[in-house]
């Protein structure tokens, strides 16, 4: 597989954990975010977008404009620090903590063997999982710009979904034993299962 970034996305409210700062959420004794970083920990170039504090040495934190202007925003913000050359870039949620190296070089090698633009997670449902993909950077370019077209210029409030509405996409069931690392924690319950799950 050819070399990748990764892009990970540290914003949001967690309205439903009270508004407190989610990926600094420790589970299993590590903050989120660090767990997710650590997943990619064999990419090229590592970049948050959003509040992050303490991060590894060598991983790049940038804002989105506006703060606060929503995950589309937030991954255009991310896609503008990658070196240029970069090929594919995982696109991933801060509060992934299930999430590990296995499971990104499975997206990884799902893209690489299709002329997809895209490839990400479907969970048992058939939902895209959206913010656990790993994408050809050309083809989240031009979902971008399309999305910018279709909303005046802007992607400022742009929901994720509209990223994959005008792109090929791989889904891939999880076939790994455990837990989905698709799981994200948006709620104190949420933790609780996954620290269960960690333990």
């Known amino acids: 597989m050819t070399a990748y970034a990764a892009v990970v996305l540290s914003g949001g409210a ?10 600094a959420r420790p589970v299993g004794g590590r903050p989120m975010l660090h767990r997710v970083l650590a997943a990619v920990a064999d990419a090229g170039t590592r970049i948050v977008v959003g509040p992050a504090g303490p991060v590894p040495e060598g991983v790049r934190v940038t804002r989105e404009e506006p703060p606060g202007g929503g995950p589309v925003a937030a991954t255009a913000a991310g ?6 050359g970069t090929a594919t870039v995982a696109l991933l949620a801060a509060d992934l903590p299930l999430l590990t190296p296995a499971a990104v070089a499975e997206l990884r090698g ?6 997809a633009g895209v490839a990400c997670y479907v969970d ?4 895209r999982q959206q ?4 994408w050809r950077v ?5 979902a971008l710009d399309r999305l910018a ?3 005046g210029g802007t992607v400022d409030g742009a929901p994720v979904r509209g990223l994959l509405a005008g792109t090929t996409v791989r889904e891939v069931s999880w076939s790994g034993s455990g837990p989905p690392p698709w799981f994200d924690c948006d709620t104190d ?3 609780r299962r996954v620290e269960e799950w960690t333990r």
């Open 138 to 142: 050309s083809a989240l370019r031009s």
């Open 149 to 151: 077209a279709e909303r």
């Open 131 to 134: 913010l656990c993909a790993v």
């Open 14 to 23: 967690a309205r439903r954990m009270g508004g407190v700062d989610k990926p």
């Open 110 to 115: 799902a893209l690489d063997g299709s002329t």
């Open 124 to 127: 048992g449902d058939g939902r």
């Open 79 to 84: 896609l503008a620090q990658l070196d240029p």
């Open 189 to 191: 319950e949420d933790v």
